[in-house]
């Protein structure tokens, strides 16, 4: 029913800039937040920046000044603008979101499959 569709990943430069989305799909009742979480080899799965429906924001620290979150509620989808990208941001970026669907009214967590972000020279 629900399904995350991630896209904009890919291989950078230090210092590039790459623009993730994550649109939610299916028969949704409300969403009410959205993020984007990463995961690098050998480290646990960490928070990047989340948002939520009524545009309340929150960033780890080691991206803020760099990240920008922002989201399209019309179209169900969450942007994360990544700027002056280092190595170390290098990572699986996993869009979640909190949604109650049609067909039963509580509140789920879901994700999104994934999307390769590599900062490399």
């Known amino acids: 029913q629900v399904q995350l569709v991630e896209s904009g990943g890919g291989l950078v430069q230090p210092g590039g800039s790459l623009r993730l989305s994550c649109a939610a799909s299916?028969?949704?009742?409300?969403?009410?937040?959205m993020g984007w979480y990463r995961q690098a080899p050998g480290k646990q799965r960490e928070l990047v920046a989340a948002?939520?429906?009524?545009?309340?924001?929150n960033y780890a620290d080691s991206v803020k000044g760099r990240f920008t979150i922002s989201r399209d509620n019309a179209k169900n989808t969450v942007y994360l603008q990544m700027n002056s990208l280092k190595p170390e941001d290098t990572a699986v970026y996993y869009c979640?979101?909190?949604?109650?669907?049609?067909?039963?009214?509580?509140?789920?967590?879901?994700w999104g499959q994934g999307t390769q972000v590599t900062v490399s020279s």
């Open positions: 979640n979101a909190q949604i109650v669907p049609y067909s039963d009214l509580r509140q789920y967590d879901y």
């Open positions: 299916g028969s949704i009742f409300s969403i009410y937040a």
């Open positions: 948002i939520t429906s009524g545009g309340s924001t």
